[in-house]
């Protein structure tokens, strides 16, 4: 989708958006899956800090079933994006730190 190289497109030309979202309402989020991956993974840690005792597993059951229930969305516009769970935003990112960070492994040259 771009030509810029620091900024990988949003999906590869001639492939699905997303291999997880197969549907979705109101403006494309323009993230990429690993954008997606980045904020769960933020989310589940930050379930895992409000609740001491809880592992990855429950707190990601927690989150799936939010999202069942259609209480989890992702929000967000050119520079900022939120995960907003039950009403609440419960994780933030700066659109330009979640591309970055959410990168690393290439920037890197890292196999992990």
Not at 30 to 59: C, K, M, V, W
Request: glycine share 6%; charged share 25%; hydrophobic share 30%.
């Amino acid at each position: 989708m771009t030509d810029d190289p620091r900024r990988p497109p949003a999906h590869p030309k001639g492939t699905a958006p997303s291999e997880y979202v197969t549907s979705a309402t109101g403006d494309p989020s323009g993230l990429t899956d690993r954008e997606r991956s980045l904020l769960a993974r933020l989310a589940i840690h930050n379930l895992q800090r409000q609740f001491p005792g809880a592992t990855e597993e429950d707190s990601a059951w927690a989150l799936d079933q939010f999202a069942e229930q259609g209480k989890s969305h992702i929000v967000g516009d050119q520079q900022d994006v939120y995960m907003v769970v039950n009403d609440q935003v419960h994780i933030h990112c700066a659109r330009d730190w979640q591309r970055w960070a959410a990168f690393q492994v290439e920037r890197r040259n890292d196999s992990n």
